[in-house]
């Protein structure tokens, strides 16, 4: 089940990977500034390089003072050049960033969505090993009939399976997204002759004569949990197709274990509903929504807020993960005030210590605490019941 720790963790991916667009699109404008200032070699008239050099370069601090607020030398005559150029530089990187902010947050929220393609991956998954189950059992007939195990169909014919298999809701869901292994081929055999055949429970209940349901429960929770979400091989694969598997793959393994557990024999032939991944998407979207925007809207003054209180070291020269830990724990604190002091400082320091540096851990829980004592005192932290604004 999606939770808040993992909407934080994709709130933060997402804004580490917006701060990599803002720096990308600087030196975009950089490099338009460098090209606007080059000579123009098809004029007939005589270039003053050092005059475009002086221009190129007052036009890049004027670019810096808009983006990042660099100062400017009072004493600098800037030539009306540097300035239209500057601005025509900064119209454009912001449109970039605004172009890739919507990105960035159409694709957190896609991304936290996409959970129950997931499950229907797995799922599909484990029909398509249960089908080739059935063709080797039927090899094995025909080349050598004296090999075959007592319930080498056993797995084909797994009730579990055969549920999902003929779920018209999974089926439809399947089709709907375009998810199938047929072009995986090598990849399924492969698994179900190096990794499935050599399992011993998977063997063990090829050797049972008449499973029960349980029986049949019970090894699809293990392929799924001990062979699917365990063995390398796999999780390469799955890992190449979603960048952010690491963790996703623990939310995709719950939905698919509850959808097995939940599974009682007299529940068969009946439907069943896809997993939520969320016991409610619309506020789980609005918390992680909020902290994103929040922390990039409101950059430069949580950055000022931090800077107060690292007086011995510029914001910048922490380390980046360590600033949007942060920003998202100030935005939290600001702008939610059911969610206690304690818990968002407590969620940061273990993102710290998943995420961030060895040191990270005691450096974010040292500075959030003054700086949620900070935010009380000058009342910017408004929270309301008891035991929200205790952070000891």
Request: net charge neutral.
């Amino acid at each position: 089940m999606l939770n808040r720790r993992s909407l934080r963790v994709k709130a933060m991916q997402s804004l580490f990977a917006y701060g990599q667009c803002k720096e990308a699109n600087y030196n975009i404008g950089l490099a338009e500034i460098d090209e606007a200032f080059q000579p123009d070699l098809n004029s007939m008239e005589a270039q003053d390089r050092d005059l475009l050099k002086k221009q190129r370069q007052q036009c890049k601090r004027v670019f810096a003072h808009k983006i990042n607020g660099s100062p400017l030398d009072p004493s600098e005559v800037i030539e009306e050049i540097s300035h239209t150029v500057a601005n025509k530089v900064q119209k454009n990187y912001l449109a970039n960033q605004k172009k890739d902010f919507e990105h960035m947050l159409s694709s957190m929220i896609q991304d936290a969505e996409s959970l129950v393609d997931r499950f229907l991956e797995v799922t599909s998954l484990l029909i398509t090993l249960a089908d080739y189950s059935k063709v080797e059992a039927d090899k094995k007939i025909k080349i050598s009939p004296e090999r075959l195990l007592v319930g080498d169909f056993n797995f084909s014919k797994n009730k579990v399976i055969d549920f999902f298999r003929n779920s018209s809701k999974v089926q439809v869901a399947l089709v709907k997204k375009n998810i199938s292994w047929e072009d995986e081929e090598e990849n399924y055999k492969g698994w179900y002759r190096d990794v499935l055949k050599k399992d011993e429970a998977f063997n063990a209940y090829r050797r049972t004569a008449n499973p029960t349901f349980e029986d049949d429960k019970n090894i699809v929770d293990h392929i799924v949990k001990q062979v699917i979400f365990k063995i390398d091989m796999i999780l390469s694969y799955f890992e190449e197709k979603d960048i952010y598997w690491q963790e996703n793959k623990a939310i995709a393994r719950s939905l698919v274990s509850r959808s097995i557990r939940d599974l009682e024999a007299d529940s068969i032939p009946k439907e069943f509903n896809l997993p939520d991944f969320s016991n409610n998407w619309e506020e789980d979207k609005g918390f992680f929504e909020k902290i994103f925007k929040s922390a990039v809207d409101k950059d430069q003054e949580y950055s000022d807020i931090i800077a107060a209180k690292t007086k011995n070291w510029e914001v910048d020269r922490l380390a980046i993960t360590d600033q949007i830990i942060l920003k998202m724990a100030i935005a939290e604190m600001l702008n939610f005030q059911s969610i206690p002091v304690k818990v968002t400082i407590n969620e940061y320091i273990e993102l710290s210590k998943n995420y961030s540096t060895p040191k990270s851990k005691q450096f974010i829980n040292g500075i959030l605490d003054v700086i949620s004592v900070e935010l009380k005192t000058t009342g910017m932290l408004k929270k309301s019941g008891r035991g929200l604004m205790d952070n000891k």
